[in-house]
């Protein structure tokens, strides 16, 4: 679970109609982040299911996105962050997403564009924004931004609605995640700005290996 995620999180849960039961597919939270990851105060007082592959600290229950075994509109809110890169049929997975929701229920999503491979337990996919919006066309509603770099962003966020959301809603949501955005996106003259425009690129070649590395080892879904 990545922090900019979890603020993600937040805004929907702050400014969209969340209904319940939610359900988080891809729940399981490593030792590490047995706290952090933990989005249930998000949604304090709602039933709140975590579901996952495997067994461990923040799963109730074991799920298969592929197949999910629940009744058809039976869900009021799914989210799925930071996951869909490991699913092996991403929509598939949509669409027994899209099923389960009830009308009007809710989906967040979450991928990364720009990011090493990791492996949990397999490294699929990378989405662009466009990809976001063509998984998303089933619902009424939906909305995709991203973070990073317009031309090669790192983190691409959308929401789906299985029905209507009222126009003053909607842009109160999206005027949240545009503050969201601007909070994640640092400014284009930064540091390592500079430093790319005056480094050796062979240099700049194995700063960028050591960074991989790092991201590797403490990169935790």
């Not at 790319?196 to 690129?201: E, G, K, N, Q, V």
Request: aromatic fraction near 14%; glycine fraction near 4%.
């Amino acid at each position: 679970m990545r922090k900019s995620i979890k603020d993600f999180v937040k805004v929907c849960s702050e400014s969209l109609p969340i209904s319940e039961p939610i359900y988080e597919f891809g729940s399981f939270q490593v030792h590490e982040q047995k706290e952090f990851a933990n989005l249930r105060p998000f949604f304090s007082g709602k039933k709140y299911v975590g579901s996952d592959m495997r067994k461990g600290p923040g799963v109730d229950v074991i799920l298969d996105l592929h197949k999910i075994d629940l009744p058809t509109e039976s869900v009021g809110t799914a989210l799925i962050l930071d996951t869909l890169e490991h699913v092996e049929f991403v929509r598939k997975a949509v669409e027994e997403a899209y099923r389960i929701l009830k009308p009007n229920g809710l989906l967040v999503i979450s991928s990364v564009m720009n990011f090493p491979i990791h492996d949990h337990p397999y490294d699929y996919w990378r989405f662009t924004p466009e990809a976001f919006k063509s998984l998303l066309k089933p619902f009424k509603v939906s909305y995709v931004d991203f973070v990073g770099s317009d031309v090669f962003p790192h983190t691409v966020v959308g929401i789906g609605v299985k029905g209507t959301v009222p126009e003053d809603t909607m842009k109160a949501f999206v005027k949240k995640v545009k503050s969201w955005k601007a909070s994640q996106t640092p400014s284009r003259y930064t540091f390592s700005y500079f430093m790319r425009l005056f480094t050796p690129p062979i240099i700049l070649r194995v700063s960028s290996k050591l960074h991989t590395k790092v991201l590797k080892t403490f990169w935790h879904k």
